[in-house]
């Protein structure tokens, strides 16, 4: 394994409040890191400074030995060249493209050829189950299927990294069960490295190589998911996760 991600003190404040307050932590090639905690602990501003669509106020963000951000020199790298993807809660596919339309409009912003665009096309479809549903608008979808096709066009550009904000947390219960598991098969097919951010600790014990438990802006724990259920570091933790200690 090798070090992809690597994240040094990162502060973050908004309105002088701070939201982030010191956030280390490294992530291998092919790892995928679940962010848990309760609401407002930090999250989403977390995956958002990686994302490069907002800027850390200090620390230092790298990936694959290059620095992204540093605040301290005023650096910051455009999420444009980043070549991540997300995948957000409320799917965000494009109301007016088709299905298809969607998943290949990233390939196409990449300067894909158009006759490769077709066929990443139909492979990525084919991952998530929705070969079927090429020429749909996303109004006529379920938001299970939604996600699948976010997913899908996610994927299908091949980012370096993938970053998920609570992609189950709009779903119903039963779909999320089901996509929870098709999630966890699909992120270790591809071994795409990925940050996935949730509050719900049954997705974080399936689909994490390693937890980071997050409580006010910091890390309280991090490691593997039995480690973590089992050796809690504090009650916060335990009772997180439902464990004892
Ligand atoms: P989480 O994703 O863990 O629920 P967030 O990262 O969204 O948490 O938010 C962390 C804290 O930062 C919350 O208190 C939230 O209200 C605050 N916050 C997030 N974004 C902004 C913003 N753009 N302006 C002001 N406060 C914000
Ligand atoms: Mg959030």
Known sequence: MSVFLECHQLHKQFDGNPVLDGIDFSLDRGE????LGPSGCGK?????????LLAADQGELRCDGEVLDAPAQGFHRPMRDRRFSMVFQDFSLWPHMTVAENVAFGLRVRGAHRSRIREQVEQALARVRMSDFLDRKPEQLSGGQQQRVAIARALAVQPRLLLLDEPLSALDAR????????????????GVTSVYVTHDQSEAMTLGDRIALM??????????????YREPSSCFVAEFLGSSN
């Open 32 to 35: 995928c890191l679940v962010l």
């Open 44 to 52: 989403s501003t977390l995956l958002n400074i990686i994302a490069g």
């Open 215 to 228: 409580k006010g802006g910091r890390i309280e724990q991090i490691g593997p998911p039995e480690q973590v």
């Open 175 to 190: 779909l999320r069960e089901d996509l929870k598991t098709e999630l966890g098969a699909l992120l270790q097919d591809s």
